[in-house]
């Protein structure tokens, strides 16, 4: 059960800002970096549903190579529920790395 009822948070501005900026994972800087939705453990209380990723919020600026580790759990060791733990505290270190960075460069003002 999703703890927002409405629809997700769009935003193209928080997308775009990817263009051109360096991978918070690995640091490249290759023209592949894209605004990776979440897609950790708790990603369904995020707006995630079927055919819908969560919150433009919650991206993480990554490169290609990083984002598909991501999508096929290559991160950590242990168990498979294990890897799965430690990969969504990754992506949401890379969601909050993201953040500051956007709030930085002024996309987001508070």
Do not use: W
Not at 8 to 21: D, F, N, T
Not at 48 to 57: A, L, N, T, V, Y
Not at 64 to 90: L, M, P
Request: aromatic share 6%; proline share 2%.
């Amino acid at each position: 059960m999703a703890i927002f009822k409405d629809e997700p948070i769009r935003s193209k501005k928080l997308l775009s800002a990817s263009r051109g900026a360096a991978c918070v994972n690995c640091g490249a800087q290759d023209d592949t970096v894209v605004a990776a939705h979440y897609q950790g453990l708790r990603s369904h209380t995020y707006g995630k549903g079927k055919g819908q990723k969560p919150h433009d919020i919650l991206v993480a600026d990554l490169c290609h190579r990083c984002h598909s580790a991501f999508d096929r759990y290559e991160s950590g060791d242990g168990d498979d529920f294990q890897r799965k733990i430690d990969r969504s505290e990754q992506f949401q270190h890379a969601i909050l790395m993201t953040i500051i960075r956007r709030i930085r460069e002024g996309v987001i003002k508070i």
